[in-house]
């Protein structure tokens, strides 16, 4: 709307009853409602409840925060406070680790400042002055931030005693903040530098209304609650210790049954689709790394070693290995397209501070293929990667959404490769009648992709396919065919990964399911009780049926009441529990018990095995 110089823009939103106006726009730039116009301008309200209007929000919270801190920690340093996704932090120095408890008096101080509803003021100062501001207040951080800032002027804002380094927009008054959360405290360092001493970053969440807030954390408990590591370790899937190193995982009978069945999925639907499975070393000399360009760009996620003074590196991809299989011979034409397939155990070297459970680790494996064609041929060969995605995600019973990258302004390759590459990439995605999303500008120098990202139970996505066109490989390792017309042709080569790392699936599959895994995904699908040891040779014997007709069973053990073995299995997760005792004996027949929905009564073990079956869905 256009609004005449010399208005101040609080008073306006009071006068016209505009709600929830917490910024404006001026004239398309970002300012606080407390502005005043200096001429007849095209303004726009920020809303509390919109992106930008959170993130202000947010930003001012981090502002209130670090007062709270400064009035409770005397000498408090402060390097920067940024609204994030969901929330904002700030990074402080007060000399001591900070506590949970403290994060509930940080809070408590954080609700009088709010109380006191003190307006934010925006200050102008020449950097000078701002720095010597913060040389007084002997905060090294501050004057370090502001000292690499080139402009000659600085803004800094002020709610009652308290001043901060920042070119805003703020909140017009502390009182505007009413819905927040102090969350947790990690160590961070200053500008990431590891050298510099350790500061700590305090996480807080904030929103427009009550009901938001108390969404958000709900969600947060939930995401707790189902955290792969928590799970992994209660349902003894696999674990990951500082003996062994950070990063690589040691998957328990369970866990490496999971991945077992996972595995076997891929490679009967890699087989069903026309793909060759191909194997490379692990090692391959540091040269090939060059020629790929690996060296020169990747050579920092990589680990290198030495056999009898050469060097080599260790895959963190697949690809050379499939291309040295293409290259074993000379290719014609009538051979293509070829798809190579490996469930490639790769090394990324991840600094320990980012790893994450399996979710970043320093050792996978992707379900990796390559796929080798022509032109003409490209096409065909994404629709059927995109048919196979929405095959997997079906079976996991997941939702997913997809995303194109095209040309980046810097890219190798012709502008007839590209657009023949994006335009079959497209092709494939209208093919798929699936809505999709564009990220102009945004592909790989060396190609354009498509991602697709997984929707989990409580809504988070996940990447899992990529299916990326690359120029540049082919060309550095002179990769050809002979063509119909008898001349050598360059072929095009697609990466593509259908669930991605194992290792993460499977702990997006944990966090999606809470480890309470569908029949077919049950690393142990059934157990057999006997109430007493009297009846162990009975539960032996259905113990071996089941093994024998490939259920996963195992069978309880322990001298304890049938009660407490029921709660084991029930803390184990376990989809079944085939209870036996003396009129089971009798009638040679189990007790099923299902977890969840509770006594199903007695049938014959060939009943269960049928029943077991019609419900893993014949998937495997
Ligand atoms: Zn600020
Ligand atoms: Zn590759």
Redo the contacts with the bound molecule.
Sequence with gaps: MQIGSNVNLFNYTKEQKIKNAIAAKVDGKIVDLNYTLQKDSDVEFIDINSKEGLEILR??A??IMAQAIEQLFEGAKFAI?PAIENGFYYDVDVGRTITPDDLKLIEAQMKKIVASNYPFKRIELSKQEALQLFKNKHDEYKVEIIESINDENVSL?QQGNFI?F???P?IPSTGYLKYFKLLSVASAYFRGDESRPSMQRIYGTAFATKEDLDNYLNFLEEVKKRDHRKLGKELDLFSINDEVGAGFVIWHPKGAMLREIIEAFEKKEHIKRGYEFVRGPELLKTQLWKISGHYDNYRENMYFTEIENVSFGIKPMNCLGHIQVYKSRLRSYKELPKRFFELGVVHRHEKSGVLHGLLRVREFTQDDAHIFCTKEQLNDEIIGVLDFVQYAMGIFGFEYEMEISTRPEKSIGTDEDWENATNALINALENTKRPYQINEGDGAFYGPKIDVKLKDAIGRKWQCATIQCDFTLPERFNLDYIDKDGLPKRPVMVHRVILGSIERFIAVLIENYSGDFPLWLSPIQARVIPVSEKFEDYANLVYENLRKSDIRVDIEKRNETIGKKIRFAELEKIPYVLIVGQKEYDSQGVAVRKRKIGDLGLCSINEFIEKAKIESGGVL
């Design positions: 930003h001012s981090a502002h406070g804002y901060d920042c070119r805003g703020h």
